[in-house]
């Protein structure tokens, strides 16, 4: 395993430790809205896990958390982050230096002196004492809390279920914290009404255990030194950072990008890095933490002279299917020059960053097109007002669009008053070509209820042309922005809108190609077939005229139940031959 991975996944466990840790204490602190004696009570079950068996995880997991953060401030070539990103690295370094003093009073202290530091004792020292400890305790509260929940946010948010589960996972966040102050805070408060009282205090700082005046001066000493170590440790850091860049810059490299941008940097800076410091916008949904791809990009001159790939990278690279020569821009620290092409616009969201089929990066694949418009609706719309033609039309798209779904296809788009829909993405063309066939005759009968339901608002019934055309087209998601949508084009797309067109030449509701009745097994005996020659295509094409759509019989069942001799796909009577050859 390669330092970066051990790093990154250290900080994660670590991270998710101390989150486990800081949820049970609020919840602790919430019981403080029942009674002192619910928290004190709750308390026990608390103190006995995390400084009996969870201690080892606890010290272990702050410990390692800090260090880390140091590794990485020490790692890093840039201080060019996201905004998210240097709020998440300010309150993290913020927590330490806040947490010290209750670290020390509570748990060292319990350690070192024996004393048992109950809710009523830290209550009494931070709570009823005012002033900068309970200033300190809320920042720190809500500090420690945002940091961890930014972390999370941030690993989450690649994860494909967390969309739908994050409006409770914000609830939760926002709830949590604040219950846990409010329950703080009305403990606070019971305890300096108590406090009022010599006897009282008397009696619960004997529960805490002797603790000279001697021992609390040692804890707020070891505060100063413990506070003067980490700045000093801070220093340090970046000064040792300093010296390394220093170090590293005195052999530069160059990183070309296509578009003519190019930056010298030091040898070992990471490609994210460069573009950074180059001001050149590059996606990076994780913030450089190699999780989730966005960063990648496709080396075009180079790529022989950089380091190889570490398992985490292949790993990554190989879930989101990328193809030779692609690398992850913030794993990759080139020594010798390269050029690259970031793959992913500087905007990419987590979706982005989720696995997905290798299609929708763009692949040839036989699948099933259908086209379909509605007939003469531009002059009926001639006649009406606006809101009545948008009104007519969303019947008709939601009558369309679900009898696509329902066969299991893909709405590519809606033109005008026409639809486009795939059939057979990342399955087959047979099943494609039977699905599209379903679709065709449900978008047949459920015009029929659009128009029965609107009789009184046409002039008309409307009338729809559909054509379906099965063969190769190259797939991907194509557009730009927010209008990237998974799309096809090729040849055989033209093909299925022509084929709609020609409806209106054989006065009929559905045209298909031969290819599609062959690749759905059906043979379609009685309905006529043409032979013609499309413009733009050299060689002809047989295709079949269904009349009314709506009676396509499909199955065994349905074929045995219609007239007519056996065939594997009979129309029903209404089914007319407009026979002329193009
Ligand atoms: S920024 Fe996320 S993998 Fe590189």
């Known amino acids: 395993m390669r330092p970066a991975v051990t790093i990154r996944q250290l900080r994660l466990w670590s991270g998710l430790v101390l989150l486990v840790y800081l949820t049970s204490h609020f919840l602790n602190h919430a019981l403080g809205l029942v009674s002192l004696d619910a928290m004190e009570a709750a308390r026990e079950p608390f103190g006995w896990f995390w400084r009996g068996i969870g201690l080892p995880f606890l010290a272990g997991a702050l410990l390692v958390h ?253 879930r989101v299917i990328a193809g030779e020569g692609v690398r992850l821009a913030c794993q990759v620290r080139p020594t010798a020059p ?85 059939f057979g993405i990342g399955e087959n063309v047979g099943e494609g070509a039977r699905c599209a066939l379903e679709a065709a005759r449900q978008m047949a009968r459920n015009l029929e209820d659009v128009n029965r339901l609107l009789a009184h608002d046409l002039d008309e019934p409307l009338r729809i042309g559909i054509g379906i055309h099965a063969g190769a087209a190259i797939v991907g998601e194509m557009g730009y922005g927010r209008a990237i949508s998974l799309t096809a084009v090729g040849d055989a797309v033209n093909t299925a809108s022509r084929l709609e067109a020609l409806t209106k030449e054989f006065t009929c509701q559905l045209v298909l190609s031969d290819a599609v009745a062959r690749a759905a097994g059906l043979a379609f005996a009685d309905a006529p077939r043409h032979e013609l020659t499309l413009r733009g295509r050299a060689v002809p094409l047989t295709v079949i005229a269904i009349e009314n759509a709506a009676l396509l019989a499909l199955s065994d069942t349905e074929r045995s139940a219609e007239p007519g001799p056996a065939a594997e796909a009979v129309l029903a009577d209404e089914t007319v031959a407009a026979a002329e050859t193009v």
């Open 66 to 318: 800090v260090v880390l953060a140091f590794v990485s401030i020490y790692l890093r070539r840039s201080f060019r982050l996201a905004r998210w990103e240097w709020f998440q690295l300010v309150l993290g370094f913020s927590v330490p230096a806040l947490l010290a003093v209750h670290l020390i009073a509570t748990l060292w202290a319990s350690l070192i002196f024996g004393i048992e530091p109950t809710y009523e004792f830290v209550l009494f020292a931070t709570w009823v004492g005012g002033g900068w400890p309970t200033v300190q305790q809320t920042i720190l509260l809500f500090v420690a809390w945002l940091h961890g929940c930014i972390g999370l946010h941030f690993w989450l948010r690649l994860k494909p279920w967390y969309a739908q589960s994050q409006p409770y996972l914000y609830a939760v966040a926002l709830l949590l914290p604040a219950l846990g102050f409010l329950g703080f805070a009305s403990a606070g408060r019971a305890v300096a009404i108590l406090a009022e009282d010599p006897a009282w205090l008397a009696a619960m700082l004997a529960r805490v255990g002797p603790l000279s005046d001697a021992q609390i001066a040692d804890i707020y000493a070891l505060e100063k030194w413990v506070l003067g170590l980490y700045v000093a440790l801070i220093a340090a850091v970046l000064a040792a950072r300093t010296v390394r860049k220093w170090w590293h810059r005195r052999r530069s490299i160059r990183i070309d990008y296509p578009d003519g941008r190019s930056i010298e940097v030091g040898a070992g800076t990471s490609i994210l890095e460069a573009s950074r410091l180059a001001g050149i916008p590059h996606a990076s949904v994780c913030g450089g933490r190699g999780r989730c791809s966005t960063c990648r990009v496709r080396v075009l001159a180079g790529a022989e002279q950089l380091p190889p790939a570490s398992a985490s990278e292949r790993i990554v690279l190989s």
């Open 338 to 422: 390269v050029t690259v092409l970031p793959l992913l616009p500087a905007g990419a969201s987590p979706r982005d960053a989720q696995p997905r089929p290798g299609y929708l990066q763009g692949k040839e694949v036989e699948i099933a097109i259908l086209f379909a418009d509605l007939r003469a609706f531009t002059a009926l719309s001639e006649h009406k007002l606006p809101y009545d033609v948008v009104f007519i039309l969303n019947r008709y798209f939601r009558a369309m669009g679900t009898a696509v779904e329902a066969a299991g296809g893909h709405i590519d788009k809606f033109i005008g008053d026409g639809v486009m829909a795939l």
